[in-house]
């Protein structure tokens, strides 16, 4: 029998919904069904608005110190819910059981850890050298924290934590395939204490609650991270009452390998990046540049290391890749392998054949293709699954115009023998946020991307600074 979900969190109180619309959540591993979830209808998004912005003022008027402690019950009761959290993402998107705890659940912990030091090193009131001038930064107001649901803690955490820190308040509306994460997090916000209407939770469509949150007069900014075609279309609801919006968007991520001695490791490296969560990362490194001499090399080893991948159910033992969140979604990735193939790129791992080992889940291999040019759509295009594209340059000129040639910056990699090569291909890279060699996520790195790949910044001091307003106070000269 099915699982029915009908809850949601407003003002501090769980609401239910009389007549509800029942979305059904499919487990990505089997293929079967697990459980129903009750859409909000309108009447109940106003009231979390309405909540929202009825709390609003005492927050707000609270120290940075004040909210911080709220902030640490909060990371509290996440913390006494791990297990259950874990679980949560195991069972919603099929992530494997170390892969969501270490990354999916402890990792957001950690981000949210930070914010409590940054409370430390926040200040309402910035000095001027003109006495006569006053600075100040003020909460931006109601917040609509619209999350995708790749990775469903983070993605919460990456808003909510530097929203309410900041002293706004929030409506957050998760990804309708991954309720059971956002529902943990809101046991957590009631056992911690937030003050009525702090934090709200409804869950449901972004068709439906996402537009109405994008286009309401009560709502003040808008974070939302997803495709750059719905990112768009947000940008289009708030237009009409000027909101702020913050928008994390696609990505199709080149890693440029220079010249090295560490190949093996590097491709390796690259390999894993694309593979890890079954691909369905923004920041995932899917275009791989490798200079003309080593392409050969580099394409035999990625190829011999995907291979040596395991995919399976999330439970089994050394498993690095679970299946794809959804049946849409894998149709999609397969329809970019058969692409790929037609384009003239050369397989060499993986492909889009199914992996009737695995049962009804959405299983795909880890794919490399080879002789890809960087006009083929698979090197283009956000694919979201296990595949990468691996590309040959001339020299370092080269690889940069290729990194550059695409419609999103959001990440990217550099792999050279010595840091100045790697510097200036760091330099050169137009993204928001580039690793050098092995160096692992930072979670104080402020992240965002360039051109279509969004606007705005995430964690941080600069993530916190995106949900401030400022105001300036000019006082007349002294008689």
């Known amino acids: 029998m099915l699982q029915r979900i009908n809850a949601h969190y407003v003002n501090g109180q769980w609401r239910t919904i009389a007549a509800p619309d029942w979305h059904t959540l499919v487990n990505p591993a089997s293929g079967e069904a697990y459980a129903c979830v009750a859409r909000a209808d309108a009447g109940l998004v106003n009231d979390a608005v309405s909540a929202a912005s009825h709390a609003f003022p005492a927050w707000a008027a ?17 913390q006494q819910r791990r297990d259950e959290l874990v679980e949560a993402v195991v069972t919603e998107l099929g992530a494997p059981l170390w892969f969501a705890r270490e990354v999916h659940v402890d990792d957001p912990l950690d981000a949210f850890a930070k914010h409590l030091g940054y409370a430390d090193m926040l200040s309402n009131e910035q000095l001027q050298l003109d006495a006569r001038l006053k600075l100040r930064k003020e909460p931006v107001g109601v917040c609509a924290l619209i999350t995708p649901w790749n ?12 929203a309410l820190l900041a002293g706004c308040t929030v409506v957050l509306k998760p990804a309708e395939l991954t309720p ?4 943990c997090v809101a046991m957590a916000a009631e056992a911690a204490g937030l003050p009525a209407g702090v934090f709200n939770l409804v869950l449901g469509s972004g068709s439906q609650i996402g537009d109405i949150l994008s286009g309401h007069a009560d709502i003040d900014c808008v974070s939302f991270t997803g495709s750059t075609e719905i990112g768009r279309h947000i940008q289009q609801q708030a237009a009409a009452t000027i909101k702020r919006v913050c928008l994390e968007l696609g990505g199709k991520s080149a890693f440029v390998i220079s010249p090295t001695t560490r190949l093996a490791e590097a491709v390796r490296l690259g390999v ?38 395991k995919v399976g159910e999330p439970h089994q033992e050394g498993v690095f890749l679970g299946p794809l969140i959804s049946q849409a979604q894998y149709q999609s990735v397969q329809r970019y392998i058969e692409l790929g193939l037609s384009e003239g790129a050369r397989l060499v791992a993986g492909g889009a054949e199914l992996l009737p080992q695995l049962g009804d889940g959405y299983y795909i291999a880890p794919t490399v293709f080879a002789e890809v040019h960087n006009q083929m759509q698979i090197a283009r295009e956000e694919i979201f699954g296990p595949v990468l594209c691996i590309l040959s340059y001339q020299d370092e000129a080269d690889a940069l115009r290729i990194a550059n040639d695409s419609p999103y910056g959001l990440s990217g990699r550099v792999w050279a023998d010595d840091d100045a090569t790697a510097e200036r291909l760091a330099g050169g890279i137009r993204a928001g946020l580039i690793f050098k060699n092995a160096a692992p996520w930072h979670n104080a790195a402020p992240f965002g991307g360039y051109k279509q790949s969004g606007n705005g910044r995430e964690l941080g001091l600069k993530g916190v600074e995106e949900y401030f307003e400022l105001k300036a106070i000019v006082a007349e000269d002294a008689p």
């Not at 059971?180 to 529902?183: I, N, P, Q, R, S």
């Open 62 to 78: 609270l120290s940075f110190g004040q909210r911080a402690e709220y902030l640490a019950q909060f990371i509290y009761q996440l």
């Open 151 to 162: 990775y469903p803690l983070h993605q919460i955490i990456a808003k909510l934590a530097p």
């Open 180 to 183: 059971k994460t956002a529902l």
């Open 272 to 309: 894993e990046d694309v593979m890890a969560n079954s691909g369905q990362t923004c920041t995932a490194l899917s275009r791989m540049l490798v200079h003309h001499s080593q392409y050969d090399d580099a394409v035999a080893i990625a190829a011999a290391h995907a291979n040596s991948l």
